[in-house]
């Protein structure tokens, strides 16, 4: 029997697997679902098997995707000790944020990566990427991790910050768990296993982010409301701040019709403290929830952790302003 750790990669397309049309944009190929002939030489450290789930360019992903995701997480779990999955850079911070809701009691690593370039191309930052999270995969963190340039982040602490850089993503209030340098350099403890494997993989779609702007009144969370949303992120200025003018009455008028305000920021570090300023201290007394500081796309993907498990009202914000998966409440 091999002691090299077993690992699954799971390839969903992504820029990673992407050839270009002559002449056109990147489009998903079959590139990735034989991404492993490109990191030849990666067997003789871990037992790698593959499996194609799908072949989509990550902005065409949602919770459906995440819910399959997990799913096939729970199904492959006791066969290997860790996963690997392809994925695009656009959407990531979104699926491994949702990942981290759906799989308690996650005891091995799941690890997500992608590339700003094809790994069918001679400068890519795909090899690298692929070969390191492997690596990481078979070490035994306990959590939904995302592996980009030379850091593994927890998957739910990171925002995709650059274009251009191949290190296209950062954890701005949260140290990476390890940096892959020449050595392997540990930073921050991974957290414990708690509780018994299980998964919970719904979402609400029904779920909108709405970006104030100086000078605006509450309009468009009016607008929202009306549409029939469950639940609004409100990307306030700042430690959470508001126009006093129109912003706290439309949060009060979305908090009686049953439709759940989460105030998070428009800044990319920093905890939140939105009761620092007027505008937010009315916000937050109009019933608005505060989210710490979550990034952008895990305070959006909770609230619809939370409404897709039946949660309201006092329910709701008990699950959003507890620690789930080391978020940054």
Same mark, same amino acid.
């Given at each position: 029997?091999?002691?090299?750790?077993?690992?699954?990669?799971?390839?969903?397309?992504?820029?990673?697997?992407?050839?270009?049309?002559?002449?056109?944009?990147?489009?998903?190929?079959?590139?990735?679902?034989?991404?492993?002939?490109?990191?030849?030489?990666?067997?003789?450290?871990?037992?790698?098997?593959?499996?194609?789930?799908?072949?989509?360019?990550?902005?065409?992903?949602?919770?459906?995707?995440?819910?399959?995701?997990?799913?096939?997480?729970?199904?492959?779990?006791?066969?290997?000790?860790?996963?690997?999955?392809?994925?695009?850079?656009?959407?990531?911070?979104?699926?491994?944020?949702?990942?981290?809701?759906?799989?308690?009691?996650?005891?091995?690593?799941?690890?997500?990566?992608?590339?700003?370039?094809?790994?069918?191309?001679?400068?890519?930052?795909?090899?690298?990427?692929?070969?390191?999270?492997?690596?990481?995969?078979?070490?035994?963190?306990?959590?939904?991790?995302?592996?980009?340039?030379?850091?593994?982040?927890?998957?739910?602490?990171?925002?995709?910050?650059?274009?251009?850089?191949?290190?296209?993503?950062?954890?701005?209030?949260?140290?990476?768990?390890?940096?892959?340098?020449?050595?392997?350099?540990?930073?921050?403890?991974?957290?414990?296993?708690?509780?018994?494997?299980?998964?919970?993989?719904?979402?609400?779609?029904?779920?909108?982010?709405?970006?104030?702007?100086? *000078?605006?009144? &509450? %309009? +468009? =969370?009016? #607008?929202?409301?009306?549409?029939?949303?469950? /639940?609004?992120? @409100?990307?306030?200025?700042?430690?959470?701040?508001?126009?006093?003018?129109?912003?706290?009455?439309?949060?009060?008028?979305?908090?009686?019709?049953?439709?759940?305000?989460?105030?998070?920021?428009?800044?990319?570090?920093?905890?939140?403290?939105?009761?620092?300023?007027?505008?937010?201290?009315?916000?937050?007394?109009?019933?608005?929830?505060?989210?710490?500081?979550?990034?952008?796309?895990?305070?959006?993907?909770?609230?619809?952790?939370?409404?897709?498990? *039946?949660?309201? &009202? %006092? +329910? =709701?914000? #008990?699950?959003?302003?507890?620690?789930?998966? /080391?978020?940054? @409440?």
């Amino acid at each position: 029997m091999s002691s090299r750790p077993r690992v699954l990669v799971v390839s969903t397309g992504g820029t990673l697997g992407m050839l270009q049309r002559d002449p056109g944009a990147l489009a998903p190929s079959e590139v990735s679902e034989n991404v492993l002939k490109y990191v030849q030489g990666l067997d003789s450290a871990v037992d790698l098997h593959a499996e194609a789930l799908w072949n989509l360019d990550s902005s065409d992903m949602g919770p459906g995707h995440w819910t399959a995701l997990a799913e096939l997480v729970a199904l492959r779990r006791e066969s290997v000790d860790g996963f690997v999955i392809l994925h695009g850079t656009d959407t990531m911070a979104w699926t491994a944020s949702a990942l981290s809701f759906a799989l308690r009691g996650l005891d091995r690593p799941v690890v997500l990566t992608g590339a700003q370039r094809p790994i069918a191309w001679v400068r890519s930052d795909a090899r690298p990427n692929v070969v390191n999270s492997a690596l990481c995969a078979g070490m035994g963190i306990p959590e939904v991790c995302v592996y980009f340039g030379r850091w593994l982040f927890r998957g739910n602490r990171v925002s995709k910050t650059s274009i251009q850089s191949y290190e296209a993503f950062e954890s701005p209030d949260c140290n990476p768990l390890l940096e892959l340098g020449v050595e392997v350099r540990a930073i921050e403890a991974p957290r414990p296993v708690v509780g018994d494997f299980g998964v919970d993989a719904r979402f609400s779609r029904e779920v909108a982010v709405v970006t104030p702007l100086p *000078g605006s009144d &509450g %309009e +468009a =969370l009016d #607008a929202l409301v009306a549409r029939g949303v469950r /639940g609004v992120v @409100v990307r306030a200025f700042g430690s959470g701040n508001l126009p006093q003018a129109g912003w706290p009455e439309a949060i009060a008028r979305a908090t009686e019709a049953g439709v759940a305000v989460v105030l998070s920021s428009q800044c990319l570090r920093g905890q939140l403290n939105a009761t620092a300023y007027e505008g937010g201290r009315k916000a937050v007394e109009a019933g608005a929830i505060t989210a710490g500081s979550m990034t952008m796309e895990c305070a959006t993907v909770k609230l619809m952790a939370g409404l897709g498990r *039946g949660l309201a &009202g %006092e +329910a =709701l914000i #008990a699950f959003y302003t507890a620690d789930q998966a /080391g978020e940054g @409440v």
